[in-house]
């Protein structure tokens, strides 16, 4: 089971003991009541002074809390091969426009230049074996600039790579890679804005692969003249089953997706100052078969560029699966704001401490999937994320919950996390039936927020 986001990680990069207490106490606030809102964290007022003391203290930043994530996943690195999930998110803080002013320089306009905020670009490790989460190794979290001249006036499409806002995408590769140890190999997956020539001509190694959605029609070397014309003459080299997820716009369903697989040699853009003209990669088409496509829905249709050599449709599938688990990025954003944590609601009005705040909240966002993921690896111990005390608490309230419905008993081992959430997730009103479904992170956050109510008045009563 991985440590905890609370134990002793800051250690290196923060000023003392005291504060390092200070960070792990916060943090732990934040986990068991779910939410990133100091005045939601304590009902004392040292404690939120304490909390908002940390957050202002100029002596450390947001990158060496981050110093301590990257720590973290190190020593949960736990297989030889991960993938390594990238995107970006911003962060908006209109509704603070008054307070943040424009003098803040850890403040700019985000993706609608009228509204103040910033944008963090993580990158997440995932165990595809195990489906869990191992920890961050590389979080860029910046800001515009106000009056910055737009794409027009840099001449945008004349820069190099590293002077533009997306060499993010190909600086989080090479801290990865620079960070995880050589043994290891990387998947880097990353959506359509990480389709960039530069990145497949900078990252890839002998242990590092890129598995990246297609943006744009390329420039072959062949007969084909176009990557998507090549792709319109290849044929499906099979169909599987995959199951959707139900969202917005998208119905929950089993779709049967066609794959087509070839080798193409893509060409450098016109201009570029890169090393290799063209580069071999493959490419990977899953088209949704019109028979499982629902009404009013567009089916599933992903072109996805590997430097995996694909050489049966086995491979391909693989390949397919590996991108499908982009979504725990996506989840992972969801849980930070509008699913839980609601960070965009903070009340800080200070860019340097509220990016302090998303670098903690980054770590325990991650505990809470860990938990709601755990459901589905049933074999995960928990190891301090909840202590002897409270372990004891759980006990006596899962034979109470089992007491009320004797046909619903906790279903898995004791000591483990699934254990532990199925418990949290009661509290939480979730009922436990098949039918009802796995919990969601709102159940589990509530759960969490009840269970600390809860434990508060244990201790209260067991100290008399
Ligand atoms: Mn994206």
Known sequence: MQNTCCSAIYTVKVPDVRIQKRIEFSMNKMLTLGSSIV???????????????????TRFSHDDLLEGSFKLCLSNMDTDHVLAIQDTTEFNYGGLKSKLGPDDPDIGPTGSS???????????????????????????????????????ERKYNQ?????????????????TKELLPENVKVTIIGDRENDIYEDFDRVPDERTNLLIRSRCDRNIVGEHKKLYNLLDNTIVAGSVEVEITGQKNRKKRTALIDVKFTKAKICAPTRL?????????YVIEATEN????????VGISWKLLTTHKIENLEKAIECINWYKKRWLIEELFRVIK???FEIESSQLGDGFKLKKLLAMTLEVALQVMRLKLSLNEVNQKQDNLFNSNEIKFLEKVNRKIEGQTQKQKNPYNEQTLAWITWIIARIGGWTGY??????????????????????????????D
């Open 39 to 57: 005045n939601r964290l304590s009902s004392l007022h040292t404690e939120k002074i304490g909390f908002y003391r940390m957050l202002s203290n």
């Open 114 to 152: 009228k509204i103040a905020g910033f944008f963090c670009h993580p990158m997440l490790i995932v165990n595809p074996i195990l489906n869990s989460l191992i920890g961050f190794s590389s979080v860029q979290i910046y800001n515009r600039t106000w009056g910055q001249p737009d794409k027009k």
């Open 159 to 175: 820069i190099d790579i590293e002077e533009k806002e997306s060499y993010r995408w190909i600086k989080s590769s090479i801290e």
């Open 273 to 281: 100052n890169v090393s290799q003209k063209n580069i071999e990669i």
């Open 290 to 297: 019109p028979s499982t496509i629902p009404t009013n829905e």
């Open 338 to 340: 509008t699913k839980g």
């Open 434 to 463: 098949k039918s009802q479904g796995p919990p969601g992170y709102i159940t589990i956050k509530n759960g969490l927020d009840r269970y600390h109510q809860q434990y508060e008045g244990f201790l209260m009563f067991s100290d």
